[in-house]
């Protein structure tokens, strides 16, 4: 059920127009940014996207021109994760074949980070989302106590029946139009 909803709504993402997609995540962005979660925040926690996904380096160069410090995060075998600052400089390539920082980054302790800007594929209106399935995230975010987010757009939205260790995000920003 859930491979069937991932691949279903992956390919819905990497259907999207790319000139539509890019006003919709610059639109996106702006409206994480008046999130008073984000106005607040000192530290913001994103991803370095996908290209099907809402590009985060419009947020990372607002998040910096906004004076907050980025962290982005770093896998590890059996579902660990933790961020690390950001540093363009700094970045390896991952086996999703994605970028992270390099081994011996600065890990940020978690207590430190105000916002993160989580990732998914499906996401429900309460803030169940589906990943990738790697589970980093839930496992992360099981005793953050700080704010969550997702930008996402109107193909990812979806019901299914979240898993008892799912935890949802706090709020969900959605780009309705047709894009």
């Not at 590009?55 to 980025?70: M, R, Y």
């Not at 579902?79 to 992270?100: H, I, S």
């Not at 890990?107 to 594929?121: F, M, Q, R, T, Y």
């Amino acid at each position: 059920m859930k491979a069937t909803i991932r691949k279903s709504v992956l390919k819905k993402m990497k259907g999207l127009v790319r000139e539509n997609k890019r006003k919709a995540d610059q639109a996106l962005i702006q409206r994480l940014r008046s999130l008073p979660a984000y106005k607040a925040a000192s530290v913001i926690a994103t991803y370095l996207s996908f290209p099907h996904e809402v590009d985060t380096s419009f947020l990372i160069d607002a998040a910096q021109e906004d004076g907050k410090q980025v962290v982005i995060p770093k896998t590890y075998p059996k579902g660990r994760m933790e961020f690390a600052v950001y540093d363009p400089q700094k970045l390896k390539p991952t086996a999703f074949g994605l970028l992270e920082p390099e081994d011996g980054s600065q890990a940020i302790d978690k207590s430190e980070i105000d916002l993160i800007h989580v990732p998914g594929v499906a996401f429900q209106k309460d803030g169940y989302r589906l990943g990738y399935g790697g589970g980093y995230y839930d496992r992360y975010l099981t005793d953050f106590d700080g704010a969550t987010v997702s930008t996402i757009y109107a193909c990812q939205e979806v019901d299914f029946a979240p898993a008892p260790h799912d935890i949802p995000v706090q709020e969900v920003l959605v780009y309705g139009s047709t894009i």
